[in-house]
Every structure is written in structure tokens, then in C-alpha cells.
T-cell receptor
Framework: GENVEQHPSTLSVQEGDSAVIKCTYS??????FPWYKQELGKRPQLIID?????GEKKDQRIAVTLNKTAKHFSLHITETQPEDSAVYFC???????????FGAGTTVTVRA | NAGVTQTPKFRILKIGQSMTLQCTQD?????MYWYRQDPGMGLKLIYY???????DKGEVPNGYNVSRSTTEDFPLRLELAAPSQTSVYFC??????????????FGPGTRLTVL
């Protein structure tokens, strides 16, 4: 099955700086890569996703890049704000599967 | 739309008791999932369903059972509760057709403690 590794496990950044989280996946058939944000005590919520036919996608201060050859994808958050503090999960889905494989999560803390 | 709803929000069980966690979605999604999230950890898939009458095991199914008699409902049954089942349980749903795959929407979670 698909195996997703996520790094780093914790990330502390100064407000206004950028944050980058990286994930690698094992199954070259994976074609869907979402990122979820989970605030303390809340449910995970999708913040951005990318499909394998696209190399980069942006939505305001967040962006995701995908390198299919190297089998890794990254989340970039620019101009971080205190409300960006949360746990972020990456995931991957092989084209022949019904389920997502999640990374272990990255706890992001934005220092004021 | 209410989205994905779960009941109860909190529950304390004694070892050996049984209970059913309820999950309902009103988005006409064909796929539904149950995850558990232990403190400070990621999401582990317990069971999933690709449509009414069809269920399959995820990576941690032992001690749980599911059924999917309707598109809307996907209850999770815990038999003989054990302290190792203390966790937060999330139900999720998504819609997929023709090979495309879309966002999983999560419910608010059920926090279960087994003492």
C-alpha cells in the first residue's frame, strides 16, 4: 500500500516568515494529494489539494508543489500569521484505491 | 447542508462495555470512512465503505465493526471496549465518480474514554 512520510514533525516560525512542510510518497500510481489543517480540538479541514497533472497550485498565502519524478510534494505558507498555528497533514491517494494515506502530521507554531 | 454529523460528542465507557458511534452525512456522498486519532498522533483508518452494502477494513479494524445499510449512515460498533480504544473518532465522507476523487469532509469527532 501507499506510505506517506512527512517532515518535520514540529515547526516553529516567526510571524511573517514562511513555513514549508515536505511529504514523500511511495506509490507512483498516486494521483491526488490533499493537505488538511487541524486546529486544536477541531476536525481536519482541507486547505488545498493538487492532482498529478499539475505541478503547482496556489491559494492566497498557501501553495503546494508536486514533483512526480521524485515522489514528493510540499506545502508552502507565506507571511505566516498566528491563526496558521495548527497541525497540518498531507495525504496521498493511489489511482486504483478508495482511500487516502495520511502523513503523521506537522505541528506548526507561529510566534508573535 | 449539515455536512457530516457524529453522535455522541463525548462518551466514557467501562472496560467490556459496547457502544455504537453514529455518523450521518447529507451530501449524498458514496464514500464514507472511520478514523481514529490518538493524542498527538495522525489519523488511522479503521473501516471504509464505497457504497451502501459495501464495507472494507482499514489498517486498524480489530475490535470494531461497521455496517452501511443506507447512503447517509455509517455507524461504528465497538464490542468489548478496551483502554486501547481510548481515542478521538472521526467519520468522513467524499464523492467519487468515474475515477475522479474529491475532498474528504470530516465530522466533528467523538471523544471516547475507556476506563
Amino acid at each position: 500500500g501507499e506510505n506517506v512520510e512527512q517532515h518535520p514533525s514540529t515547526l516553529s516560525v516567526q510571524e511573517g516568515d514562511s513555513a514549508v512542510i515536505k511529504c514523500t510518497y511511495s506509490d507512483s500510481a498516486s494521483n491526488y494529494f490533499p493537505w488538511y489543517k487541524q486546529e486544536l480540538g477541531k476536525r481536519p479541514q482541507l486547505i488545498i489539494d493538487i492532482r498529478s497533472n499539475v505541478g503547482e497550485k496556489k491559494d492566497q498565502r498557501i501553495a503546494v508543489t508536486l514533483n512526480k519524478t521524485a515522489k514528493h510534494f510540499s506545502l508552502h505558507i507565506t507571511e505566516t500569521q498566528p491563526e496558521d498555528s495548527a497541525v497540518y497533514f498531507c495525504a496521498a491517494r493511489p489511482s486504483n484505491d478508495y482511500k487516502l494515506s495520511f502523513g503523521a502530521g506537522t505541528t506548526v507554531t507561529v510566534r508573535a | 447542508n449539515a455536512g457530516v454529523t457524529q453522535t455522541p460528542k463525548f462518551r466514557i465507557l467501562k472496560i467490556g462495555q459496547s457502544m455504537t458511534l453514529q455518523c450521518t452525512q447529507d451530501m449524498n456522498h458514496n464514500y464514507m470512512y472511520w478514523y481514529r486519532q490518538d493524542p498527538g498522533m495522525g489519523l488511522k483508518l479503521i473501516y471504509y465503505s464505497v457504497g451502501a452494502g459495501i464495507t472494507d477494513k482499514g489498517e486498524v479494524p480489530n475490535g470494531y465493526n461497521v455496517s452501511r445499510s443506507t447512503t447517509e449512515d455509517f455507524p461504528l460498533r465497538l464490542e468489548l471496549a478496551a483502554p486501547s480504544q481510548t481515542s478521538v473518532y472521526f467519520c468522513a465522507s467524499s464523492y467519487s465518480q468515474g475515477g475522479s476523487y474529491n475532498e474528504q469532509f470530516f465530522g466533528p469527532g467523538t471523544r471516547l474514554t475507556v476506563l
